[in-house]
């Protein structure tokens, strides 16, 4: 499956790392969407490419309609491949409707070159996700919070 995935061209705003980075998501409904990493000057407010491309498809469908993600791809022009970074890994795992779910890594020679799959399992062992939250036993006192005991 990791060859069928698309892979974007590297379009990219990166002018202060010029780390160029694509993402390529294949949903259920055999369709693709795209993103790139967008840097700007204040560092923390860029987007990386998985979440660029996955941000529009969450934002644009509801939730019971929205078809699942297959596989993922992510494309730099760096060897070794490099692979999603701690926030993207949150990210996907929290639309990923398996632990499963293939994260294909390409380098600088794209699928000609070396190609690393990994699955967000792999990527994120013991990840804290939606279905965390239902175990919550304080959750109707809000996320994350149990009862204080007094004396």
């Known amino acids: 499956m990791g060859h069928l995935l698309t892979l974007p061209p590297i379009f990219f705003l990166g002018p202060y790392s010029n780390f160029r980075v694509g993402a390529s998501v294949l949903l259920s409904d055999g369709t693709f969407h795209t993103g790139a990493n967008v840097e700007v000057a204040a560092t923390p407010v860029g987007i990386c490419a998985e979440r660029c491309a996955i941000a529009p498809i969450v934002a644009s469908m509801p939730r019971p309609d929205m078809p699942i993600i297959r596989a993922i791809g992510v494309a730099t022009d760096i060897f ?72």
């Open 80 to 151: 070794p491949p490099a692979s999603p970074c701690g926030m993207c890994r949150q990210f996907i795992n929290e639309f990923a409707t398996s632990r499963d779910l293939p994260i294909y890594m390409y380098g600088k020679d794209g699928v000609e070159g070396e190609v690393v799959r990994m699955t967000i399992g792999e990527l994120l062992p013991m990840s804290f996700g939606p279905n965390d939250l239902d175990r919550n036993p304080g959750k109707s006192e809000g996320v994350g919070l149990g009862k204080i005991q007094e004396g």
